[in-house]
C-alpha cells in the first residue's frame, strides 16, 4: 500500500474567503492561525487575541468553524475521488489517500503527487503532502512537511526518525516525560524499548508507533462518498459580472467530476445556485440548470458549456455564494483503447464527443427549446410520423453518419423517406397530367398510398383524414422529391437531396 497525506495547516482560515487582511482565526481566545499580513506583524499561533491586538490593532477577528472545516474536507474528498476511491478524512485538517492502485493511471508516483498538491492549490488549500507506505507515516511526514517520496518500508525508521517530537501530537505531560528520559527526536525514540514506552507512556503510545513502522495494521474507516452531491463555495468578494463566476464554478466542477469517478457514473443535467448579497430587497438565488447530449463527467466538457450560459446571464445582484447539485449518477460505458492507442468505440469516441459537444454548444446558445432531436412515431402519415425529443448522443455511436446509419436501419420495410420534410406542402402545377417544379418532374417510384387519420380529423392544428399517393420525381436540375397527388392536385412534401 501507498498512502498520501494531505495536511491543510491554513484551511481554518482559508474556509472565509472574504476575511478581509490582516486576519486571524480564534479558538477559546487564542490564536489558531493568521494570515501572511499578520504574521509578518508578530501575530503567532497561540498568542492571546488581546496580545495579537496589541501587535496590530487592525486585525480582524474570526471565530473558528468547525462545520465549515467538516464542509471542505467533504468537498476536497469528493474532488480526491478523481484519483483514487480509498479515501480516509481526519478531522479537523487531514485527509489520507490510498495511491498505490492509482500509480500506472496517472503516470507514476511523482506525476501523481504533483498532480494532487497542484490540484489542492487549484481548489484553495494550502496543503503540506507526504507519501509513505503506512498511513501514520504519512501523517507525521506530511506535519513535518517532508515531501520527499518514502516508497520502501524499510526505509521507515530512517524517515521517522529525522522528525521531530512535534509531529507526534503528544500531550505537555508525555512530552515532558519524554524530555526527563532525554528523548529530542523521534529518532531517540525508536532506540528506547518498546515495552518500557507502554508501561511509562501507555500501551497506546507504543502501538502508534508499532502501526508507524509497519509492524501491526493500521485499518482506516474510509471516507463514503455521498448518494448526491451538492457542495458550495463562498466567494472571495461580491461579483457582478456572471462571467467571472466561472473560476469558482470550475472549483465545484472538478470536485464533481470526482465524485463521479468514485461512484463510476456520469450526468446528464446539473444544477448551479448563484445566491445574491443580503440586504432590505433580498433577491432569491438565480437558477441555472446545465444539459447535456449525453451522460458525462468530463470536467472541461462541463466547464465548457458553463461558461457558454454564462455568457448570457444577466445576475438581477451581486452573487456571494455558488452552490452545485447533481442526481444520482447515470451508468456511464467505458472504451476500449488498441495496439495504438487510439480510441476504439464508446462513449469516448472522437466522434461521438465532438458531436455531443455540437449539440451542447448549441443548446447553450440558442436555448435548450430551440435545439432537439427527432424521434420515429408509430404513425402513417409524413407530418405525424415524428416528434421532437431531447437531443441525447447514443454511447455507441462514434460519428454523426453512424446516427444516421443507425436510423436508417430501424425500419427498413417502409418505402423511402426525404431527409428534408416541408413544415407545409407545397402546390404544384399541372401541365397535361404532368407536376411541374422548374419544369416537369419524372415519376420514378410510386404510387404509394397513405390515407385515413379520421381520429383527429375534428381537433385543432392537426392533419386529419388524407388520401394521397406519394411519388418519387427528379426535376429537371437532378432534384430527388417526394411529391404526392391528392384530390386538391399535385402538392410538393420532402426533398431527398
Not at 291 to 315: K, M, N, P, S, W
Amino acid at each position: 500500500m501507498l498512502w498520501l497525506a494531505l495536511h491543510l495547516p491554513r484551511l481554518p482560515l482559508e474556509v472565509f474567503p472574504s476575511l478581509p487582511s490582516p486576519s486571524a482565526i480564534v479558538s477559546r481566545e487564542r490564536v489558531v492561525v493568521a494570515d501572511a499580513a499578520a504574521v509578518s506583524a508578530g501575530v503567532l499561533p497561540g498568542l492571546r487575541v488581546a496580545e495579537a491586538w496589541a501587535f496590530l490593532p487592525a486585525l480582524a477577528i474570526q471565530e473558528r468553524d468547525a462545520g465549515r472545516e467538516r464542509a471542505a474536507l467533504t468537498r476536497l474528498a469528493c474532488w480526491a475521488g478523481g484519483f483514487t476511491s480509498e479515501i480516509c478524512v481526519l478531522p479537523p485538517q487531514t485527509l489520507l489517500l490510498e495511491v498505490a492502485g492509482s500509480l500506472r493511471l496517472f503516470g507514476g508516483v511523482a506525476r501523481l503527487f504533483e498532480r494532487i498538491v497542484t490540484g489542492c492549490s487549484e481548489q484553495g488549500f494550502t496543503s503540506w503532502a507526504a507519501l509513505a507506505p503506512t498511513p501514520l507515516a504519512a501523517q507525521w511526514l506530511a506535519f513535518a512537511g517532508d515531501r520527499e517520496p518514502c516508497l520502501d518500508a524499510d526505509q521507515l525508521p530512517q524517515r521517522l526518525g529525522r522528525l521531530p517530537l512535534a509531529v507526534l501530537d503528544l500531550s505537555a505531560q508525555s512530552r515532558a516525560r519524554l524530555a526527563s528520559f532525554g528523548v529530542r527526536s523521534v529518532a531517540d525514540l525508536l532506540r528506547l524499548p518498546r515495552a518500557g514506552l507502554a508501561r511509562r507512556l501507555g500501551a497506546d503510545f507504543a502501538a502508534d508507533l508499532a502501526r508507524a513502522l509497519g509492524e501491526l495494521p493500521d485499518p482506516r474507516a474510509r471516507f463514503v462518498f455521498p448518494e448526491r452531491f451538492s457542495e458550495q463555495l463562498e466567494l472571495p468578494m461580491r461579483v457582478e459580472n456572471a462571467t467571472a463566476l466561472g473560476f469558482a464554478g470550475r472549483r465545484l466542477i472538478t470536485s464533481l467530476c470526482g465524485w463521479l469517478a468514485a461512484r463510476r457514473g456520469g450526468i446528464s443535467e446539473c444544477l448551479f445556485e448563484f445566491a445574491h448579497e443580503r440586504g432590505a430587497r433580498q433577491r432569491p438565488a438565480t437558477v441555472l440548470v446545465l444539459r447535456f447530449a449525453g451522460a458525462t463527467r468530463d470536467a472541461e466538457r462541463i466547464a465548457r458549456v458553463l461558461g457558454e450560459h454564462l455568457q448570457r446571464l444577466e445576475l438581477p445582484a451581486a452573487a456571494e455564494l455558488i452552490s452545485l447539485r447533481a442526481e444520482a449518477p447515470e451508468a456511464l460505458p467505458g472504451h476500449t483503447v488498441n495496439l495504438l492507442g487510439e480510441y476504439g468505440g464508446g462513449a469516448g469516441g472522437a466522434g461521438g464527443e465532438s458531436l455531443a459537444a455540437l449539440v451542447e454548444r448549441l443548446q447553450a446558445r440558442l436555448g435548450s427549446g430551440s435545439v432537439h432531436a427527432l424521434s420515429a412515431v408509430a404513425e402513417h402519415r409524413p407530418e405525424n410520423a415524428s416528434r421532437p425529443v431531447p437531443p441525447r448522443v447514443p454511447a455507441r455511436e462514434r460519428s454523426p453518419a453512424g446516427l444516421l446509419a443507425a436510423a436508417a436501419l430501424r425500419d427498413t420495410s417502409c418505402a423511402p423517406r426525404p431527409l428534408w420534410l416541408l413544415a407545409r406542402p407545397q402546390i404544384l402545377r399541372e401541365v397535361a397530367g404532368r407536376p411541374q417544379c422548374g419544369g416537369p418532374l419524372r415519376l420514378l417510384a410510386g404510387p404509394e398510398r397513405i390515407e385515413s387519420g379520421w381520429w383527429d380529423d375534428a381537433e385543432p392544428a392537426t392533419v386529419g383524414d388524407v388520401r394521397r399517393d406519394y411519388f418519387v420525381a427528379i426535376s429537371l436540375r437532378s432534384e430527388w422529391l417526394w411529391v404526392f397527388r391528392s384530390r386538391a392536385g399535385w402538392f410538393l412534401h420532402g426533398v431527398f437531396s
